[in-house]
């Protein structure tokens, strides 16, 4: 079944959800540059020459210059933003909101000052009266566990998978390689971590899902790596972030992400140096940098709620969910280079067999068994959640020590 909307059936109104919110994100920006008064003239002197300059629709341009605001709102404009065009014109709220109704501006304040528009007849469109026929549903079919050492992406890019240090790391993911390509998925849901990147300690969102069509990938301070830019599906993305926020789990909902070494390397691992990744990819960064930081029951719980947002989308998607980072490593201090392989053969046989019971673990047996960086290892168990209930068949499991300073952990389990 289909997300449930059931303020679509509100008559006259539009509420901006995220799917409105990502339909109408370079309309809302340009009414947000309004705020600075140059740039207030500079729309007044010439308003076609100054909305070309924005990434808009032809449609929203068009309705911007009718200041047709019915028209803006249906085409993702919010009437926060788009009250900076009214400012602008010099117009209240009241004449704003008056233009919007058919009524003459009299006619609007004197209903206004007459007790406002009566509740009775404007709760709902009515019944439906046939029932239309759901289509096919989206499907979670495996997940993905692999390390992001930053390190492989450089091997990668500098043409030294082969070289004797390197060859046994990449000599792990050749049977993945074949797997996906022997059935790649239509989306990959990828869950990360920033690593200071695109999130600076100005703003630490706990889980941040990447809502817009593509995303660049990011300088880290050497340069951009030289892969694709990733594709996004901000459709699936939009209805993920409605229902997991519905379920209560708090998303930050980015139209505009930069994506670094974390999301970029899993999928060079699985896909090598292709010209266009092969798929659509939604980013879901974690905070695993700063504490504190989420539980691995509460990363566990959200791969369930985002198994139910995908499951009730209404297009028949394969959708592989990923878990990125670790396992065991530190970075810093004097414990830095630590290892511990017991500990992360131990991790990867519970999260196969018994993830509720891993899911349990708190964070200071993360820090102490495997390092201050292992545990970037919570995120693994939001891909784990997304699995169905039923045990998963192993289809690859692999392990390796060392790339660079981290245990290289990777395993792919399908759903049966």
């Given amino acids: 079944m289909a997300l449930a909307k059931p303020y679509k059936d509100v008559p006259g109104t539009t509420i901006f959800d995220a799917e409105q919110s990502r339909l109408g994100y370079h309309l809302n920006q340009f009414c947000m540059s309004l705020m600075k008064a140059e740039n207030r003239a500079r729309f007044k002197a010439d308003e076609r020459v100054y909305l070309d300059a924005w990434p808009m629709s032809e449609a929203q341009k068009e309705a911007v210059l009718a200041r047709d605001l019915n028209r803006c709102i249906a085409l993702g404009g919010n009437i926060y933003f788009l009250a900076k065009i009214g400012a602008t014109d010099g117009k209240s709220f009241q004449q704003m909101a008056g233009s919007m109704t058919g009524l003459s501006e009299d006619d609007y304040r004197a209903m206004m000052i007459a007790g406002g528009r009566a509740i009775e007849g404007n709760r709902t469109r009515g019944e439906v009266s046939e029932a239309t026929p759901t289509p096919d549903q989206a499907k979670v079919t495996a997940s993905v566990y692999t390390s992001h050492v930053p390190a492989i992406g450089v091997a990668i890019d500098q043409g030294k998978t082969g070289d004797p240090y390197w060859q046994p790391v990449f000599a792990g993911y ?10 790649p998925p239509d989306v990959i849901v990828l869950v990360y971590n920033d690593h200071a990147t695109a999130f600076s300690l100005d703003l630490i969102p706990t889980f941040a899902i990447g809502c817009a069509a593509q995303f660049q990938p990011a300088d880290e301070g050497w340069g951009p790596r030289q892969v694709p830019v990733v594709q996004g599906h901000p ?3 939009a209805h993920i972030a409605q229902s997991v926020i519905a379920d209560d789990f708090d998303l930050t909902i980015a139209n505009k992400l930069d994506v670094d070494h974390g999301l970029t390397v899993p999928l060079s691992l699985l896909f090598g140096q292709p010209a266009a990744w092969p798929c659509k990819v939604i980013p879901l960064a974690v905070n695993v940098v700063q504490y504190p930081v989420p539980s691995g029951r509460r990363c566990y719980q959200l791969g369930q709620a985002i198994r139910k947002a995908i499951e009730s989308f ?9 878990g990125t980072g670790g396992m065991s490593h530190q970075l810093q201090g004097a414990r830095a280079g630590l290892i511990n392989r017991d500990f992360d053969n131990a991790f990867l046989d519970q999260l196969i067999a018994d993830p509720a019971t891993l899911a349990q673990m708190p964070h200071i047996d993360y820090v102490r068994e495997a390092g201050s960086e292992g545990i970037e290892l919570v995120m693994w168990l939001i891909a784990r959640g997304a699995m169905s209930d039923a045990p998963p068949r192993v289809v690859h499991r692999f392990y390796h020590v060392p790339a660079s300073n981290t245990a290289v952990g990777h395993l792919i389990l399908e759903n049966t």
Avoid: G, N
């Fill in 174 to 183: 050749e049977a993945s390689k074949a797997w996906i390509k022997a059935d």
């Fill in 235 to 237: 459709e699936l993305a």
């Fill in 314 to 322: 209404d297009a028949p998607l394969k959708v592989q969910v990923w």
